[in-house]
């Protein structure tokens, strides 16, 4: 906590009544304030906002916004006005996340304790955001499909809105779309894959709204494949596509099952340039690591079997339970079972607008690799002996 961990479990508290919300100090043994914070329920007793005695009010609420605030105009790359603003324990503001779409931005609530305070908290954000020329404000409470969605300020958003990435035009739905509306922690990667593409054959896996699909077409892919389950989001990746002044022709979409998807693709011959494998959350809770880290391993073998010899494959983890070294070496023994070698030629982590504390390793979820695999290997070998036959 002295280094900057924001959370107190209840475990490692005596035992003490509050309700979510309510402002509480921690002490030491010897009764000097350790921290100050707001109590909540669950397994995570305390938010912590100060290592001092300090009031979590409205001064403290402003000051962390308009700290948050100038970093992002430090940080953030031209041509983009969609990008996290706020990123909760990261910017010292527990349970509160927000994202910038252009003119509207979302507001996520994570606990009670947030839920609490959510309207002292808007009134200092809303005048930040004035200030920055947007006009709307959501809010966003519950998680996955009890998600609610609270229209607070200014004229009420469009339920699909343009945005720019670095340049490049992204569809959101800031009312049912992932997340607050996009997976902005990519940014940087989707630019990456747009360097790596020219003249590639590319395979988006979990492709969404297809930011990566458009990435890879703006960065002269012949052929960009996207998979997912859901067909609204595809119809978005698509929409996007033609949005960019790409051809229609060299993208194409499909409604399945990532694996099913990918066995049939393996058992056709058909391989690809790039591949990209960015998941949901396989590990949600720390009971299901071991079945987590089992269907990483399976992805990257089923993904691996379609890349072509000397291909780029770039893969993903948004799980917080998931370390690197973990999530690495379920890569490497993907690896194996498809009989490659991989090389690792890039890590990455979420970009500067969702910075994470040194002393809160929960907070740094994104893990991204890019590797290539090795041409000499047997497979390798195969794959041409095949081809030659």
């Given at each position: 906590?002295?280094?900057?961990h924001?959370?107190?479990?209840?475990?490692a508290?005596?035992?003490?009544?509050?309700?979510?919300?309510?402002q509480?100090?921690?002490?030491?043994?010897?009764?000097?304030?350790?921290?100050?914070?707001?109590?909540d329920?669950?397994?995570?007793?305390?938010?912590?906002?100060?290592?001092?005695?300090?009031?979590?009010?409205?001064?403290?609420?402003?000051?962390?916004?308009?700290?948050?605030?100038?970093?992002?105009?430090?940080?953030?790359?031209?041509?983009?006005?969609?990008?996290?603003?706020?990123?909760?324990?990261?910017?010292?503001?527990?349970?509160?996340?927000?994202?910038?779409?252009?003119?509207?931005?979302?507001?996520?609530?994570?606990?009670?304790?947030?839920?609490?305070?959510?309207?002292?908290?808007?009134?200092?954000?809303?005048?930040?955001?004035?200030?920055?020329?947007?006009?709307?404000l959501?809010?966003r409470?519950?998680?996955?499909?009890?998600?609610?969605?609270?229209?607070?300020?200014?004229?009420?958003?469009?339920?699909?809105?343009?945005?720019?990435?670095?340049?490049?035009?992204?569809?959101?739905?800031?009312?049912a779309?992932?997340?607050?509306?996009?997976?902005?922690?990519?940014?940087?990667?989707?630019?990456?894959?747009?360097?790596?593409?020219?003249?590639?054959?590319?395979?988006?896996?979990?492709?969404?709204?297809?930011?990566?699909?458009?990435?890879?077409?703006?960065?002269?892919?012949?052929?960009?494949?996207?998979?997912?389950?859901?067909?609204?989001?595809?119809?978005?990746?698509?929409?996007?596509?033609?949005?960019?002044?790409?051809?229609?022709?060299?993208h194409?979409?499909?409604?399945?099952?990532?694996?099913?998807?990918?066995?049939?693709?393996?058992?056709?011959?058909?391989?690809?340039?790039?591949?990209?494998?960015?998941?949901?959350?396989?590990?949600?809770?720390?009971?299901?690591?071991?079945?987590?880290?089992?269907?990483?391993?399976?992805?990257?073998?089923?993904?691996?079997?379609?890349?072509?010899?000397?291909?780029?494959?770039?893969?993903?983890?948004?799980?917080?339970?998931?370390?690197?070294?973990?999530?690495?070496?379920t890569?490497?023994?993907?690896?194996?079972?498809?009989?490659?070698?991989?090389?690792?030629?890039?890590?990455?982590?979420?970009?500067?607008?969702?910075?994470?504390?040194?002393?809160?390793?929960?907070?740094?979820?994104?893990?991204?690799?890019?590797?290539?695999?090795?041409?000499?290997?047997?497979?390798?070998?195969?794959?041409?002996?095949?081809?030659?036959?």
């Open positions: 906590m002295r280094s900057g924001p959370w107190l479990y209840r475990d508290l005596e035992a003490f009544d509050a309700k979510p919300g309510s509480v100090r921690v002490l030491d043994k010897a009764g000097k304030v350790l921290a100050s914070g707001l109590a329920a669950g397994p995570i007793a305390v938010r912590v906002f100060a290592r001092s005695d300090r009031d979590v009010d409205a001064a403290l609420f402003s000051e962390r916004i308009a700290r948050a605030f100038a970093l992002r105009a430090r940080m953030l790359p031209q041509d983009t006005n969609a990008y996290r603003l706020l990123h909760g324990e990261g910017d010292g503001l527990p349970g509160f996340t927000c994202d910038r779409y252009d003119r509207t931005a979302v507001l996520k609530l994570d606990g009670e304790a947030a839920l609490a305070h959510s309207r002292a908290f808007v009134a200092c954000l809303t005048p930040e955001l004035a200030q920055l020329g947007v006009n709307s959501l809010v409470t519950g998680r996955k499909h009890d998600q609610e969605v609270e229209h607070v300020w200014g004229p009420r958003p469009e339920p699909e809105l343009h945005v720019l990435e670095r340049g490049m035009r992204l569809l959101v739905d800031v009312y779309g992932q997340k607050t509306g996009l997976f902005l922690d990519h940014r940087e990667t989707r630019y990456r894959v747009r360097l790596i593409a020219r003249d590639a054959s590319v395979l988006n896996l979990y492709g969404y709204t297809g930011g990566f699909s458009i990435s890879a077409g703006l960065g002269g892919a012949r052929e960009v494949t996207t998979v997912d389950s859901a067909k609204p989001a595809l119809a978005l990746a698509g929409r996007g596509f033609a949005d960019n002044g790409l051809d229609p022709a060299r194409t979409c499909h409604a399945s099952d990532a694996l099913e998807f990918l066995s049939a693709a393996a058992d056709s011959g058909k391989r690809y340039d790039v591949v990209i494998a960015d998941p949901p959350n396989f590990a949600p809770r720390q009971t299901t690591l071991d079945k987590a880290l089992a269907a990483y391993e399976a992805l990257h073998s089923a993904a691996l079997r379609v890349l072509a010899p000397g291909g780029l494959y770039l893969a993903a983890s948004c799980s917080s339970h998931v370390e690197r070294a973990a999530f690495e070496e890569l490497r023994r993907g690896a194996a079972n498809a009989r490659c070698v991989l090389q690792i030629l890039e890590r990455h982590s979420a970009p500067a607008d969702h910075p994470r504390l040194l002393a809160f390793p929960e907070g740094d979820y994104l893990k991204i690799v890019l590797a290539r695999t090795d041409v000499d290997e047997p497979a390798a070998r195969t794959q041409r002996r095949r081809a030659r036959n």
